[in-house]
C-alpha cells in the first residue's frame, strides 16, 4: 500500500513554513485540468480497495475497519499539504447488514436486502397491493397474514413496508418499476409512524409483474421470505477541511461519500467520487483562490445520506450562508458509464435546484462541450450527498456516470458501452473492485469537476450570495431510491 503525497519535500517543507502562498498563479481552469492524472487516482483506488480486504472484509461501510482507514487516509493526505484546515466530524448511526432470500416453489428469486428491515421468517400466500402501496387503502383486507406484493414507485420503501405491517401482513416482496433487479435499498431509518416493519425483500420488476398476473388470474402463489439482519450503533467521521486562503465569507463546497455498502468494497461507489475530491484537493494547492474551496467527504451515505445531512444540519445560520454552491460527486467511473450532469435549472425533469443551481449546469456542459463530449441531464432526485445542501437553498450541482439503470441504444450511440446492460452490472455488489472502472471516464469527469471548481474559485459570477435569493425552493426528499447511491 503507498501512502505518500504527491508533493515534493521543497513543496512539504515551504507548506508547513507557511510561505505556500508565495508565487502561486492564479487558477485557470486549462492549468488545473492538467493536473488530474490517471496514475494518481488509480493509486488512490489500490489504497481504498486494500483498506477493504483488511481482515478479509471486502468492505468499507461507514465504522468498518477498512472506512476508518480511508477516513484516516483521507485526512493524513490532506494535512501532509499544510493547505487546509480540517476536522473529523464524528457522528453515531444505526447500522444494518443483512440479506433476503425469497422463494415460489422451487424458484428463487434475486433478492435484494432493504437496510433497517428486520430478520424474519415468513411462508404464506401472495395478494397484490394497489397501486404502488403507499395510503392504507393500498391494502386490501385479504393482505393480513399474507405476504403484500407492491410495485415500486411513489412514496419511500418504508412507507411501503411498515403499511404493510399495519395492514397485518407478514411479509413485504417490492417489485422494481423496470424490468431490472431492485437491487440493495434503504429503509433509512429503523423505524416509520405509518406501522411496525415486517421482513422485505425487492426483485427484479420482470419477476414482479409474473408474479402479480398469476396471483390475478385466481392462482395461489405460495411465497416463502426468509430475512437475515443486523441492526447497531455505530460511531462514523466525516472529513472536512477548507483552504486557509481565499474568501472565507464565499466558499465554494464540494464533496462526495466515503462509505460502500456492507456488500462490497466500493470502488467505483463511491471511491470513484471521493478519490477525484480529494485529488482536487490535493492539486489545488498549486494555485492562487480567490475563494475559500471546501471539500467533504460524507460518511454513511449509504445508509440514508447521514454525513452530509448531519454536516449541514449542524451548519449555523451564518456558517450555512457562507457556502456559495455545493458540488456532488458520486459514481465518476462506472464500467458501461454515460455522462450525466444534474438538471440544475429544472428544464429536463422539472425539478429544479436552488437559484444557481442552472448556472453550475450550464458550467459543466461548456467543459463537456469543450471537450467534444456529449452530457445529458440527470433528475435531482434526492439519491446523494446533494440532497441536504439543496434542502438548505444553497445551489447544487454535481456529475454521474449511472448506477443501477439500463443502458438503451441511444446512450451506446453517445458514449458506446453495451446496450441492455446497467451502467454498473456491480453496483452495490463485491465485484465493484478495480476491475470495475472505466478510468477514461473517470478522467474525465475529475477533469470537469477541477473546471467548475476552477471556475468558482476564481469568480462567484452568477451565483446568488443573498440568502432571500437563494431560498425559495422546494425541497427533495429519496423517493424509492435504491440504498442510495
Given at each position: 500500500m503507498v501512502f505518500d503525497s504527491i508533493f515534493s519535500l521543497p513543496f512539504y517543507l515551504a507548506s508547513i513554513l507557511g510561505v505556500h502562498w508565495l508565487g502561486r498563479p492564479l487558477i485557470t481552469t486549462e492549468a488545473y485540468q492538467s493536473t488530474i492524472s490517471e496514475h494518481n487516482l488509480f493509486r488512490h483506488a489500490e489504497n481504498l480497495f486494500a483498506f477493504a480486504q483488511i481482515g478479509g472484509a471486502n468492505t468499507r461501510s461507514a465504522g468498518s475497519i477498512g472506512h476508518n482507514a480511508t477516513v484516516d487516509y483521507i485526512k493524513s493526505q490532506l494535512d501532509s499539504t499544510g493547505f487546509y484546515d480540517t476536522y473529523l466530524q464524528h457522528f453515531t448511526y444505526t447500522y444494518s447488514v443483512g440479506n433476503a432470500t425469497f422463494l415460489v416453489g422451487d424458484t428463487s428469486y434475486d433478492t435484494g436486502y432493504f437496510s433497517y428491515g428486520p430478520a424474519g421468517r415468513a411462508s404464506a400466500p401472495l395478494t397484490v397491493v394497489s397501486n404502488f402501496g403507499c395510503v392504507k387503502d393500498d391494502f386490501p383486507v385479504e393482505v393480513a397474514g399474507r405476504i403484500a406484493l407492491i410495485s415500486r414507485g411513489n412514496c419511500p420503501f418504508s412507507d411501503k413496508v411498515a403499511l404493510s405491517g399495519a395492514a397485518g401482513a407478514v411479509g413485504a416482496i417490492i417489485y422494481n418499476n423496470q424490468d431490472g433487479p431492485l437491487g440493495s435499498a434503504t429503509l433509512s431509518s429503523a423505524t416509520n409512524p405509518l406501522g411496525p416493519y415486517v421482513p422485505a425483500g425487492g426483485i427484479p420488476g420482470r419477476d414482479g409483474k409474473a408474479l402479480v398476473a398469476a396471483v390475478q388470474s385466481g392462482q395461489e402463489v405460495i411465497g416463502k421470505l426468509h430475512v437475515i439482519a443486523t441492526v447497531e450503533n455505530r460511531k462514523t467521521a466525516n472529513v472536512v477541511a477548507t483552504t486557509k486562503s481565499g474568501d472565507h465569507d464565499n466558499i465554494v463546497a464540494l464533496g462526495g461519500h466515503t462509505d460502500s455498502v456492507p456488500q462490497g468494497p466500493g470502488i467505483n461507489d463511491n471511491g470513484s467520487g471521493s478519490m477525484a475530491v480529494l485529488e482536487l484537493a490535493l492539486q489545488l494547492p498549486r494555485f492562487k483562490i480567490n475563494n475559500a474551496v471546501r471539500?467533504?467527504?460524507?460518511?454513511?451515505?449509504?445508509?440514508?445520506?447521514?454525513?452530509?445531512?448531519?454536516?449541514?444540519?449542524?451548519?449555523?445560520?451564518?456558517?450555512?450562508?457562507?457556502?456559495?454552491?455545493?458540488?456532488?460527486?458520486?459514481?465518476?467511473a462506472s464500467p458501461n458509464f454515460g455522462y450525466f450532469i444534474y438538471d440544475g435549472d429544472g428544464s429536463a425533469f422539472g425539478v429544479a435546484g436552488p437559484p444557481g443551481s442552472g448556472h453550475i449546469e450550464k458550467t459543466f456542459q461548456d467543459f463537456f462541450k469543450a471537450s467534444d463530449l456529449k452530457a445529458v441531464p440527470t433528475k435531482f432526485d434526492g439519491r446523494s450527498d446533494y440532497a441536504p445542501f439543496f434542502n438548505t437553498g444553497i445551489p447544487a450541482g454535481g456529475l454521474l456516470t449511472g448506477a443501477e439503470e439500463i443502458k438503451d441504444g441511444e446512450g451506446v450511440a453517445q458514449w458506446g458501452g453495451e446496450a441492455g446492460v446497467a451502467y454498473d452490472d456491480c453496483y452495490h455488489q463485491a465485484c465493484d473492485t478495480l476491475d470495475n472502472l472505466n478510468v477514461t471516464a473517470w478522467v474525465q469527469n475529475t477533469k470537469g469537476a477541477a473546471h467548475a471548481v476552477a471556475t468558482y474559485s476564481k469568480s462567484l459570477e452568477g451565483i446568488p450570495r443573498l440568502v432571500e435569493e437563494r431560498n425559495p425552493t422546494k425541497g427533495i426528499t429519496p423517493v424509492n431510491a435504491p440504498q442510495v447511491v
Open positions: 471539500f467533504g467527504f460524507w460518511a454513511g451515505e449509504e445508509f440514508g445520506l447521514l454525513g452530509a445531512k448531519y454536516y449541514a444540519e449542524h451548519l449555523s445560520e451564518e456558517e450555512r450562508s457562507k457556502i456559495a454552491l455545493y458540488l456532488n460527486f458520486d459514481m465518476l
